[in-house]
């Protein structure tokens, strides 16, 4: 089945305790990105990666850092977490070619800092 | 700047017509999608029109006007599991890979 794994689902953990968040696709696609959805602020992009060894800040990368060593897998770090990075996460994933294919999202990691 | 406005709530009833208006700004315009989102879940893809006029899927239908920067959702016989977030968002830029501007989202809850 074409999808988008995240991992984990659910995350609770302190401030400054290092944590990454997993991301793979199995659909080849070129194009992965991360975003984070917050009430009354919609889905705003954290990173993004065009293909392999190549990734770009989006709108909200202060705090983040993201690989992309394969094709397949994009994970998202947050070195020293913090309480404004409580969010949801999605990361997402579309082919390259055809300016009509929709991105394929992750079912959502749930993240709290306290 | 990039802006994508979309009212952020809206009720109907079960078995009525509910239109949900998108108007956009943005530098570039390759297309508008329209997503579907239960609380907590992942986005997951309705239509995508790139041009003017209106796209027919089922109980779902989605318009575009590229002269006015508007589109629409119509959401036809409501049911119950209908309800959730709808979220337009625009592609500025020509490739596929490139990121979709999203609007905050309306959500939209239906009674029987």
């Known amino acids: 089945e074409a999808q988008v794994t995240q991992n984990p689902r659910y995350l609770i953990t302190v401030t400054g305790k290092k944590l990454t968040v997993t991301c793979s696709q199995n659909?080849?696609?070129?194009?992965m990105s991360w975003y984070r959805q917050d009430p009354g602020l919609g889905l705003r992009q954290i990173y993004y990666s065009m293909n392999v060894e190549v990734t770009d800040k989006g709108d909200v990368p202060e705090g983040y850092k993201v690989s992309r060593k394969e094709k397949r897998n994009f994970p998202l770090i947050l070195e020293s977490p913090s309480p404004n990075q409580t969010s949801l996460y999605f990361c997402?994933?579309?082919?390259?070619?055809?300016?009509?294919?929709?991105?394929?999202f992750g079912n959502g990691t749930r993240l709290t800092v306290t | 700047g990039q802006n994508i406005d979309q009212p952020t709530e809206m009720t109907a009833t079960e078995g009525a017509i509910v239109q949900i208006n998108c108007t956009y700004q943005?530098?570039?315009?390759?297309?508008l999608f329209w997503y579907q989102q239960h609380a907590g879940e992942a986005p997951t893809f309705l239509s995508y029109?790139?041009?003017?006029g209106l796209e027919e899927k089922g109980r779902f239908s989605s318009f575009l006007s590229r002269s006015k920067g508007y589109s629409y959702l119509l959401l036809k016989e409501l049911q119950m599991k209908d309800s959730a977030s709808y979220l337009c968002a625009v592609r500025d830029l020509p490739q596929a890979g490139t990121a979709l501007i999203f609007g905050k989202g309306t959500t939209l809850s239906v009674s029987s």
């Open positions: 659909m080849n696609h070129e194009y």
């Open positions: 943005t530098s570039g315009f390759n297309g």
């Open positions: 997402a994933s579309s082919p390259q070619q055809g300016a009509g294919s929709p991105l394929h």
């Open positions: 029109n790139v041009l003017d």
